[in-house]
């Protein structure tokens, strides 16, 4: 990237202890650091998503396809979802509440899905409610077509704007060359609708022919990090580069983000996807990560729970098995700190209504960073 500003990575080592005699509230001393880690959910194997209901609970979205209802230990399995497609990154993904939850209940989900024409699933996007732990009143509010029969790439965060506008993402399903470039085709895009599923009359592409209405951005290829900036409203979204190249955008309406077209990244084997980086009519990345570090899950602090850290970035890294914090100043990165050095997969990271931290890692379950102090 053009004059980007160099970012600086400060090493926080952490001690990996072994669980031995759990009380009821596990906790991982760290040394050295500002935090302890406690364990509020345990023995998850893919928490995708969570969301914080009014009662205090967590809910979390196991990719396998159980969705838990989590509190004080205990866990509830939710009844009677969709039917959900298990291949590869496909399953049951990605959590949000309507901001009017406490109201009208819904809650909205994404999942991979083999309904519609063609072998093989695709994303889709369904809202429900809770009752009695069993989903009720479910509603189909979009479902990419056609089906791909491959395992990747499923995009499928969630996110909604200060205007109550339902953003979501889907990833180009490894179609790099079909998809994302092609309005009349899903995958590789951001989309937008209102709650309920109608597509807005403003959206950016509802009067060309032949394009997918929804359609809010398109050259993505597989956006797994998504939230609303706490002071503009924007949607920010990070996507997965191939060998390198993992970016962070600022969603701007019918904006073009390049992939495959431009990258900063290169094939799995090494070869070149294009020597180009930037074109006319392509949207620059704010951030761009060499090497990659698998980035997924994403939100802003905004609470003044940790010191120093307010405003930050947080992004979870697959790859590399840490989460990262990022201060950015006029839509730059200016630093970079890891945390959580090899804790494991950060499949997620949300900041709670209590101003806390809640990482969902791998194989672990759901942590809370608590400061010391």
């Given at each position: 990237?053009?004059?980007?500003?160099?970012?600086?990575?400060?090493?926080?080592?952490?001690?990996?202890?072994?669980?031995?005699?759990?009380?009821?509230?596990?906790?991982?001393?760290?040394?050295?650091?500002?935090?302890?880690?406690?364990?509020?959910?345990?023995?998850?194997?893919?928490?995708?998503?969570?969301?914080?209901?009014?009662?205090?609970?967590?809910?979390?979205?196991?990719?396998?396809?159980?969705?838990?209802?989590?509190?004080?230990?205990?866990?509830?399995?939710?009844?009677?979802?969709?039917?959900?497609?298990?291949?590869?990154?496909?399953?049951?993904?990605?959590?949000?509440?309507?901001?009017?939850?406490?109201?009208?209940?819904?809650?909205?989900?994404s999942?991979?899905?083999?309904?519609?024409?063609?072998?093989?699933?695709?994303?889709?996007?369904?809202?429900?409610?809770?009752?009695?732990?069993?989903?009720?009143?479910?509603?189909?509010?979009?479902?990419?077509?056609?089906?791909?029969?491959t395992?990747?790439?499923?995009?499928?965060?969630?996110?909604?704007?200060?205007?109550?506008?339902?953003y979501?993402?889907?990833?180009?399903?490894?179609?790099?060359d079909?998809?994302?470039?092609?309005?009349?085709?899903?995958?590789?895009k951001?989309?937008?609708?209102?709650?309920?599923?109608?597509?807005?009359?403003d959206?950016?592409?509802v009067?060309?022919?032949?394009?997918?209405?929804?359609?809010?951005?398109y050259?993505?290829?597989?956006?797994?990090?998504?939230?609303?900036?706490?002071?503009?409203?924007?949607?920010?979204?990070?996507?997965?580069?191939?060998?390198?190249?993992?970016?962070?955008?600022?969603?701007?309406?019918?904006?073009?983000?390049?992939?495959?077209?431009?990258?900063?990244?290169?094939?799995y084997?090494?070869?070149?996807?294009?020597?180009?980086?930037?074109?006319?009519?392509?949207?620059?990345?704010?951030?761009?990560?060499?090497?990659s570090?698998?980035?997924?899950g994403?939100?802003?602090?905004?609470?003044?729970?940790?010191?120093?850290?307010?405003?930050?970035?947080?992004?979870?890294?697959?790859?590399?098995?840490?989460?990262?914090?990022?201060?950015?100043?006029?839509?730059?990165?200016?630093?970079?700190?890891?945390?959580?050095?090899?804790?494991?997969?950060?499949?997620?990271?949300?900041?709670?209504?209590?101003g806390?931290?809640y990482?969902?890692?791998?194989?672990?379950?759901i942590?809370?960073l608590?400061?010391?102090?």
């Amino acid at each position: 990237m053009k004059n980007s500003v160099v970012s600086i990575y400060l090493f926080v080592v952490m001690t990996t202890l072994s669980c031995g005699q759990q009380s009821k509230k596990e906790v991982l001393e760290p040394e050295n650091i500002g935090f302890t880690i406690e364990k509020v959910v345990k023995s998850l194997e893919n928490p995708w998503g969570m969301v914080f209901l009014p009662d205090g609970s967590i809910l979390v979205s196991e990719k396998g396809g159980k969705l838990l209802l989590c509190k004080d230990g205990l866990k509830t399995e939710i009844s009677n979802l969709p039917e959900i497609y298990q291949r590869g990154q496909g399953g049951l993904l990605d959590l949000e509440l309507h901001p009017n939850y406490e109201k009208n209940g819904w809650l909205y989900f994404s999942y991979s899905s083999q309904q519609g024409e063609g072998k093989g699933g695709h994303t889709a996007i369904m809202r429900a409610k809770i009752e009695n732990n069993s989903l009720t009143n479910k509603e189909l509010l979009y479902k990419a077509s056609p089906n791909i029969n491959t395992g990747v790439h499923y995009g499928s965060r969630i996110e909604f704007d200060n205007d109550n506008y339902l953003y979501f993402s889907i990833g180009e399903r490894g179609e790099r060359d079909i998809n994302p470039q092609d309005l009349t085709k899903d995958g590789g895009k951001i989309y937008r609708l209102y709650d309920d599923g109608r597509i807005p009359e403003d959206n950016p592409f509802v009067d060309k022919e032949g394009a997918k209405k929804a359609i809010y951005t398109y050259g993505n290829r597989n956006p797994q990090g998504m939230v609303k900036h706490y002071e503009t409203g924007k949607i920010w979204i990070h996507e997965h580069g191939p060998r390198g190249g993992d970016e962070i955008n600022i969603i701007k309406k019918g904006a073009n983000y390049g992939w495959p077209t431009v990258t900063y990244g290169i094939n799995y084997n090494g070869t070149s996807i294009t020597e180009k980086t930037e074109m006319e009519g392509m949207e620059q990345p704010i951030h761009y990560w060499t090497p990659s570090i698998a980035p997924s899950g994403m939100t802003f602090i905004t609470s003044d729970k940790y010191n120093g850290w307010k405003n930050s970035l947080l992004v979870g890294s697959l790859s590399f098995q840490y989460l990262e914090r990022l201060e950015v100043k006029d839509n730059k990165v200016i630093y970079r700190e890891k945390l959580l050095d090899k804790i494991g997969r950060v499949r997620n990271v949300r900041q709670g209504p209590d101003g806390f931290i809640y990482v969902g890692v791998e194989g672990k379950g759901i942590l809370k960073l608590v400061p010391k102090g």
